[in-house]
C-alpha cells in the first residue's frame, strides 16, 4: 500500500482544513487507517484512527470534539477535519495504514505516507 497525504498549509487560529490520504492497491478496505502528527522537536503522536469499515473511530483527548476522522472505501481515500484550529496543532500530519485493528500506537502500523505540514498561526 502506498499513501500520499495533502490538503496542509497554514490557517489562523480558529480555522479549518481538511486533510486527504490517497491509497493505492485493492485492498485499501481491509485496512485500518491513522493520522498521526509530529511537531519540531517533539515525538510523534496519535491524533485518530478509523477502522477498516469506518464504523469505529479513535481520538486523541487533546483533538477530540475539533477532528473527525473519515474514510472513502470507493475512492481510497481517508480524511481529517480539522475544525477550531489551535497553534499546538502545529506540525506534519501522517497518515497511516495496519491490517487488523485500528491502533493509538505507530509501531503497529505497516504503511507511511509521506506527511503534510500544517501550521496555524496566531
Known amino acids: 500500500v502506498q499513501l500520499q497525504a495533502s490538503g496542509g498549509g497554514l490557517v489562523q487560529a480558529g480555522g479549518s482544513l481538511r486533510l486527504s490520504c490517497a491509497a493505492s492497491?485493492?485492498?485499501?478496505?481491509?485496512?485500518?487507517m491513522g493520522w498521526f502528527r509530529q511537531a519540531p522537536g517533539k515525538e510523534r503522536e496519535f491524533v485518530a484512527a478509523?477502522?477498516?469499515?469506518?464504523?469505529?473511530?479513535y481520538y486523541a483527548d487533546s483533538v477530540k470534539g475539533r477532528f473527525t476522522i473519515s474514510r472513502d472505501n470507493a475512492k481510497n481515500t481517508v480524511y481529517l477535519q480539522m475544525n477550531s484550529l489551535k497553534p499546538e496543532d502545529t506540525a506534519v500530519y501522517y497518515c497511516?495504514?495496519?491490517?487488523?485493528?485500528?491502533?493509538?500506537?505507530?509501531?503497529?502500523?505497516?504503511?507511511w505516507g509521506q506527511g503534510t505540514q500544517v501550521t496555524v498561526s496566531s
Open positions: 492497491g485493492r485492498t485499501f478496505s481491509s485496512y485500518s
Open positions: 478509523i477502522n477498516w469499515s469506518g464504523g469505529s473511530t
Open positions: 497511516a495504514a495496519r491490517r487488523g485493528t485500528y491502533s493509538y500506537s505507530d509501531g503497529r502500523y505497516d504503511y
